[in-house]
């Protein structure tokens, strides 16, 4: 026990060095992954922060005119160490600050990250700290710089005509391929959409449980995981701040951190399919901004 953490001691000392040297990658405007501070004016709260992640619907790099596919509240208590990942179906019919109705999705499209974090802040009382937005490009790089991420399927999944889908069910090591119909595919699934969302979290907390796992075993691998971000993304925070986030992460266990889907239900507007968030979510957000735990 000593000598492991005297490995992750030097390990942390030799990446406090040098993450403020190397700074991120130089990318171009079209980041694959971009992450940024929602507020300028940063209050952590009694330990709580509250991430946005956003997974938009472009092919290739980030541009502010795509569609939000995933939409997820992360939150974490540094406290207590637990925290919780809370999904929104992307068909949510909501209002959207300055911009009158739409899905929630579309409030990407008409004003970037920004516009959906104030969206979701209105919704839910919550204020968010950061935000993450990757594409398909971004998030099959992470994959594979990570040699695919391991998680139980719940069912076979054949969807060849939609996400492409074509999963074996049961415990298996999912490449990018595999990895982004998973976390896309909502045919195979009884409630579509909904059960996609919630899946969608469910893969964030394999990703986490494989950093966890993997610093557990060699301290060292931080600066791996670290060099695989640099490589796919733009940052909009200090070389440093980025270097307190990864540590931090590696700090929260995947059995401590819930996974919950906002309770909809379902109807139209106009021709319009779309789901309406439940009256019931309330509880929810109110327990969420008290603990940042799920």
Known sequence: MIKKLLVAGTAVGVLAALWPVLGPLGGTVASPIVVGRVHRDFHPRDGKLFFLVIGNDARAGNPDASR????????????????????FPRDSWVSIPG?????????????????????????????????????????????????????????????PTGSGAQIDA???????????????TR??????????????????????????????????????????????????????????????????SARDMGNETVPVTVGSVGAASVVFISPGAQSIYARFRSTAAL
Do not use: C
């Open 68 to 87: 939000a596919d995933a939409i997820h509240i992360v939150g974490v208590n540094t406290v207590t160490k637990r925290g919780g990942i809370l999904n």
């Open 99 to 159: 911009s009158g109705q739409g899905r929630i999705n579309e409030a990407l499209y008409r004003g970037g990250p920004a516009l959906l974090a104030s969206t979701l802040e209105s919704i839910t009382g919550i204020r968010l700290d950061y935000w993450i937005m990757t594409g398909f490009e971004g998030f099959q790089g992470i994959v594979q710089g990570l040699n695919g991420v391991e998680m139980a399927v719940q069912k076979d999944l054949y969807d």
């Open 187 to 252: 045919h195979n699934f009884p409630n579509g959409d909904v059960d996609r969302t919630t899946n969608q979290g469910r893969f964030l907390l394999a990703m986490l449980k494989k950093l966890r796992r993997e610093v557990t075993r060699s301290p060292a691998a931080l600066l791996r995981w670290i060099t695989i971000g640099r490589r796919y993304t733009r940052l909009d925070i200090s070389p440093k701040e980025t270097f307190r986030l990864a540590v931090l992460a590696t700090q929260f």
């Open 170 to 184: 049961g415990y298996q090591n999912l490449g990018p391929k595999d990895s982004l119909a998973y976390v896309r």
